[in-house]
């Protein structure tokens, strides 16, 4: 194994990313893998760009935008230490939803898709392990849209439940 591969292998190992994964199929990832320095203010992908590779982020801040003719682009969220960007790399000829790029100097690992696909069809344990972190991922995600979607549309009125029946009016 290279120094860049160790050097690979031991930034995947300290995230929770491949946590699951034994030390060899540590290895496997690791040995498709690159790591990428990118300074701030890079664009990584822009929207409908078709998604070559799954970037997990080892250091630094990525941004995720929307952006719309004539509104500009909103900031979803801040990608962090040991999230995922790029997760549609996993489904064959997918496009970028968003905007990614790096709010200031970051490292990124880059897995590209075909190889990681290949590897997730031919190893399923690496396969399992990798759809659980996107999961989360997406799962995070989901929870930010709706928190954000709660913000956009300002005070509500909380809605509660109605009073369940009482087990002596059910007959």
Not at 73 to 82: A, H, V, Y
Not at 145 to 170: C, K, N, W, Y
Request: aromatic share 4%; proline share 5%; with cysteine.
């Amino acid at each position: 194994m290279s120094n860049a591969d160790r050097n690979i292998l031991k930034l995947l190992s300290a995230t929770p990313f491949l946590r699951e994964l034994c030390p060899g199929d540590q290895e496997k990832v690791a040995a498709i893998a690159a790591s990428r320095q990118v300074p701030a203010s890079t664009v990584l992908y822009q929207e409908g760009d078709v998604c070559e590779r799954l970037y997990l982020v080892s250091s630094g801040l990525v941004a995720l935008d929307m952006c719309m003719p004539r509104q500009g682009c909103t900031r979803i969220l801040t990608i962090g230490p040991g999230e995922i960007i790029g997760w549609s790399a996993l489904f064959a000829d997918a496009t970028m939803a968003v905007r990614a790029s790096a709010l200031q100097d970051s490292t990124l690992i880059a897995l590209p898709a075909a190889e990681l696909r290949q590897l997730c069809d031919d190893d399923h344990d690496i396969g399992y392990a990798i759809m659980q972190q996107v999961s989360v991922a997406l799962s995070r995600r989901l929870l930010a849209t709706r928190l954000q979607m709660l913000d956009m549309f300002g005070e509500t009125q909380p809605v509660t439940a109605p009073a369940s029946p009482s087990a002596a009016t059910i007959s």
